[in-house]
C-alpha cells in the first residue's frame, strides 16, 4: 500500500521533490522582495498623516505603531445597505487635499471607483462606535531604519508624522517612507 | 544492556566465571562504541555557526543594499539545503536533517527580514504559513524527528505571534499542524514524535480559547479529540505517546480543581453552558470509545474519569469530595492496569499517582482540625506506610512476573522484564 508519505519519502523521489521544494521556497522569497519593489516603483504615491508616536517603543523593538488621522472614520462615511462588522474587509476612498496629505472621503464594503486625484486604500474595521469606525489598514508599523531621524527623538518630544504610501495596482499597500512634521 | 555496564562489569564477570573472557569481547562486539550525544553534537554545530554567521550579519545589517540582503538570505538558505543533501547522501542522517532545519529556519527568516525590509510586516500571517507549508513538506519527504519538532516549533511560534500580536486566530496554521503532520503521525506513529505533535496541538488548542475568550474548559474538548485519535491509531505505542499530553493536562486541572477548587471564587471561569459543552465532550468520548473498541482497547477507558466535568458542583465540600474520589478512582485505575499487565513503568506512575491523591486528601480533609505538629507527623507516617505497602505490592508482582526469566539465566530475580507499553512501535504502511 503506498500512501502519500512513502510516495514521498520513496529513494528516487527524495531529490527532484526536494529540489522543487526548495525552488519553491526560494521563488516564494523573491516573490516577496518582488511585491515589495513593484509596489514602491509602480504604485500610486499618497501622503497620510499620523498621531504622534510613542518614541519609546523603539528602546524594546525595531517598530513604532502608527495610529493614522484616517483610522478612525465618522459613521457618516459608510457607503453599504448593510451595517458594518467587526474584522469586516472595505475599501477607504481617499481624495489629496491641497496640502498633499490624503482624507478619507468615503468607506466602502465593496471596491468604489476613484475619480482624479482619488485613491483606494484597502482597510479592515476593527470597532464599530455609535458615531464612528475604527480602521486598520497593515501599515500600523514602521520598522525604523537605524539613520533615521526618529531613533533620535527624545522622550516626550513627539511630533506627527506624515507618511508616504505606495499603493500598488493590486491593491497591495506598503509605507515608502516617514518624515516628522516639524512644528513652525 | 550499555556498552559502559559491560565495559565495568565484564572484568568481575570473567574474574568470576560467569562468562569467559571470549564472551566479554564478543558482547562488547555486539554494542558499538556509537555514543548517543553524538547524534546531537551536528545538530548543536549547525546551530552555533547559524548563529555566528547571523549575528556578524546582523550587526550590519541596516547598512547593506537591499540586493545584498535578498542574496545573503537565499544563499544561506541555498547553501544549508545543498549541504544537507550532500551529508544525507554521505551517510550522516543526523547532520543531514540538522542542516535541512537549518535551512527551513533561514526561510523563516528571509520572510520576516525582506518583509521588514520593504515595510510588508502587516496583520496577518499569510506569509509565515509558507513557513509552515515548508516544513510540513520537508517531514514528509525526509521524515526525521528533528524536522518534525521545528515544525511543531514553528506552528507554535506562527500562531503564537497570530494570537498575541495580531489578536486573531490563524485557522489555517492550525489545520495546516494538524492535518498535515497529523497525516504524518497517521502514518509513522515513532513515540517522540507523537508527544512532540500532541504538545504542540494542545499549544494551539490553549491559543485558541485565549483567543476566543472561551471558559478556559472547553480546551478540554479539543485536547480530548487529540486523544481521541490517539485511541483509532493501530501502533499502540504510538497512540499513546499522542495521549500523554492530554492526560497530563486533564489531570493537571483536576488535580488543580482538588487543591483550589473548594471556593467558588473560580466558578466563573471554569463553567461553560451545561448543555453545549456536555454536548461536545460526549461526541468526543464517543469517538474515543468507538477507537477504543475498534481497536480492543478498552482497558484505557477509565482515562476519562479525569474529564467528569466536577466543576459544575457547588465549591466547598462536594466538590473537593467529587474530585478526590476521582483521584483516588484514576490512580486506582492505572495501579489495576500496572498490575494486569505487569508493566513496572506503569506500576510506579499509578504508586505516584495515589500517593498524590492521598497527600491532597490529607491536606484538604484534616488541615482544620488537627495541631499542626500531629498534622505533619501523621501525614508523614500516612505517606511513609503507603509508599511502603505499594512498593512491595510492586516488587511482589514484578517477582511474579519474573521466574521464568530467571530460571533461563540462571540468576536472582533482579531485572524487571520488558513492558509490553514501551516496546519500540512496529512501522506499518
Redesign the interface.
Known amino acids: ?1 503506498t ?4 510516495w ?2 520513496a529513494p528516487a523521489r ?2 527532484p ?2 529540489r522543487l ?2 525552488a ?3 521563488l ?3 516573490g ?2 518582488g ?3 513593484a ?2 516603483a509602480f504604485g500610486q504615491r499618497i501622503v497620510l498623516t499620523t498621531e504622534p508616536i510613542d518614541p519609546r517603543e523603539l528602546l524594546t523593538g ?2 513604532v505603531r502608527l495610529r493614522y488621522n484616517i483610522s478612525a472614520a465618522p459613521l457618516r462615511l459608510w457607503h453599504d445597505a448593510a451595517p458594518p462588522r467587526r ?1 469586516q474587509g472595505v475599501f477607504v476612498l481617499l481624495a489629496t487635499g491641497p496640502d498633499s496629505v490624503s482624507t478619507a472621503v468615503g468607506v466602502y464594503a465593496t471596491a468604489p471607483h476613484p475619480g482624479a486625484s482619488q485613491a483606494v486604500l484597502r482597510g ?1 474595521v476593527t470597532d464599530v462606535y455609535r458615531n464612528s469606525l475604527g480602521l ?1 489598514f ?6 525604523v ?3 533615521s531621524p526618529l531613533r533620535q527623538e527624545k522622550v516626550g518630544r513627539t511630533h506627527p508624522l506624515r507618511v508616504r504610501v505606495s499603493i500598488a495596482p493590486w491593491g ?1 499597500a ?3 517612507g516617514v518624515e516628522e512634521v516639524r512644528a513652525n | 544492556m550499555s556498552r559502559k555496564f559491560i565495559e565495568t562489569d565484564g572484568p568481575a564477570w570473567v574474574t568470576e566465571g560467569i562468562i569467559s573472557d571470549a564472551q566479554r569481547l564478543k558482547l562488547l562486539a555486539r554494542y558499538p562504541p556509537e555514543a548517543q550525544a553524538l547524534g546531537l553534537l551536528p545538530v548543536l554545530g549547525s546551530v552555533l555557526v547559524g548563529l555566528s554567521g547571523l549575528s556578524l550579519v546582523a550587526a550590519n545589517w541596516q547598512a547593506l543594499p537591499a540586493a545584498l540582503r535578498l542574496a545573503l538570505l537565499l544563499g544561506s538558505l541555498l547553501g544549508s539545503y545543498a549541504a544537507g543533501g550532500y551529508f544525507l547522501r554521505r551517510g550522516n542522517p543526523d547532520l543531514g536533517h540538522g542542516l535541512m532545519g537549518l535551512g527551513l529556519i533561514f526561510f523563516g527568516a528571509s520572510i520576516i527580514l525582506i518583509s521588514q525590509l520593504y515595510q510588508l510586516v502587516g496583520y496577518n500571517a499569510s506569509g509565515l504559513l509558507a513557513w509552515v507549508v515548508a516544513g510540513t513538506a520537508l517531514c514528509y519527504i525526509y521524515g526525521s524527528r528533528l524536522l518534525v519538532l521545528l515544525t511543531v516549533l514553528i506552528g507554535a511560534a506562527v500562531q503564537t505571534y497570530c494570537v498575541e500580536s495580531l489578536g486573531s486566530f490563524s485557522y489555517a496554521t492550525a489545520v495546516l499542524v494538524a492535518g498535515g503532520l497529523g497525516y504524518y503521525w497517521w502514518r509513522r506513529p515513532e513515540v517522540v514524535s507523537s508527544t512532540v505533535l500532541a504538545v504542540g496541538l494542545l499549544w494551539q488548542a490553549g491559543l485558541l480559547v485565549i483567543a476566543l475568550h472561551s471558559k478556559i474548559t472547553w480546551f478540554f474538548v479539543p485536547a480530548m479529540a487529540i486523544y481521541a485519535a490517539g485511541d483509532w491509531q493501530r501502533n499502540r505505542a504510538g497512540g499513546r505517546a499522542l495521549q500523554g499530553p492530554s492526560l497530563v493536562a486533564a489531570y493537571l486541572f483536576m488535580f488543580g480543581l482538588a487543591t483550589f477548587g473548594e471556593t467558588d471564587t473560580y466558578a466563573n471561569v471554569l463553567r461553560p453552558p451545561l448543555l453545549p459543552y456536555l454536548a461536545a465532550l460526549a461526541a468526543v468520548f464517543a469517538l474515543s470509545v468507538a477507537g477504543k473498541r475498534a481497536r480492543g482497547r478498552l482497558d484505557t477507558l477509565l482515562d476519562w474519569l479525569l474529564l467528569l466535568p466536577g466543576f459544575y458542583l457547588p465549591g466547598g465540600l462536594p466538590l473537593a469530595v467529587a474530585t478526590l474520589v476521582v483521584l483516588y478512582a484514576h490512580a486506582g485505575s492505572v495501579l489495576a492496569r500496572a498490575h494486569r499487565d505487569e508493566d513496572s513503568d506503569q506500576l510506579t506512575i499509578g504508586a505516584v499517582l495515589f500517593v498524590v491523591a492521598t497527600a491532597v486528601a490529607y491536606f484538604k480533609l484534616t488541615w482544620g482540625f488537627f495541631d499542626k505538629s500531629v498534622f505533619f507527623l501523621v501525614g508523614g507516617v500516612l505517606l511513609l506506610s503507603l509508599s511502603w505497602y505499594l512498593r512491595r505490592r510492586n516488587v511482589q508482582t514484578l517477582a511474579a512476573a519474573t521466574p521464568l526469566v530467571a530460571q533461563q539465566a540462571g540468576s536472582p530475580p533482579i531485572i524487571p522484564p520488558a513492558t509490553p507499553e514501551t516496546s519500540p512501535p512496529a512501522p506499518h504502511d
Open positions: 500500500m500512501d502519500l508519505l512513502t514521498c519519502s527524495r531529490r521533490l526536494m521544494l526548495v519553491a521556497q526560494v516564494y522569497v523573491l516577496v522582495a511585491a515589495g519593489y509596489t514602491a525595531d517598530f474584522r479592515w486598520r497593515n501599515l500600523e508599523r514602521y520598522y531604519p537605524d539613520g497591495q506598503r509605507i515608502a
